[in-house]
């Protein structure tokens, strides 16, 4: 039986951290760890990226805890498998509006902006919706009738097409999911999306142990 595959949930103070770690001991048997510290992230072979919040008081923290230059060297030199969920998606790109012009981890090319809905649609943009699937992604191969994820946020990424996995339409259509390389972001909340959430867990982690598999070989 082959080593369990270490997972490191970053924390930053910005995230809901032991949520995430309880839906992943509902998909399988992993060694999960929430942790800042530089040498249990290199040494990880998968990293999660959360986000509750603002995005320029997410890159603030980041850069405090001295976890900029770390998660670069493990997720662009490295290549670890990562997934950015929620605020953690939008930390991905170039920069967001967000209160003010702020720089992001610059992972995918893109950029986050307020949303603008047509009609009168509510932003925050809270509760369920369903995906709009792009051509196909071995990611959501799984979705079927049921494609419905739970979202909370006011801010939306806009970046290429082929970095596109999924959309969503809320007053026009906007990024839900996406990938590039080795890094995946999810804007939705999978682990409050109940049987749809875990199944994207699920597959996303067996993407990337797939990557991990192949970087081992």
Known sequence: MADKLSVAIIDYEMGNVKSIENAI?????????????????????IIILPGVGAFPDAMKKLSEKGLISVLNEAVKELKKPTIGICLG?????????????TKGLGWIPGKVSYMHPEGDLRVPHIGWNSLILQPADIIF????????????????????????????????????????DNVVGMQFH??????????ALSSFFKWASSMVGQHNA
């Open 89 to 101: 998606m939008q930390l991905l790109f170039d920069s967001s509006e967000e209160k003010e012009i």
């Open 141 to 180: 191969d799984y979705l079927h009738a049921d494609k419905d994820f739970y979202f909370v946020h006011s801010l939306h990424v806009v970046c290429d097409e082929r970095y596109t996995m999924a959309k969503f339409d809320y007053g026009g259509l906007m990024t839900a999911a996406v990938r590039k």
């Open 25 to 45: 001991a509902h998909i399988g048997d992993f060694n999960v760890v929430i942790t800042a510290d530089s040498s249990v992230i290199l040494s990880s072979d």
């Open 190 to 199: 999978p682990e409050k999306s109940q049987k749809n959430g875990l199944l």
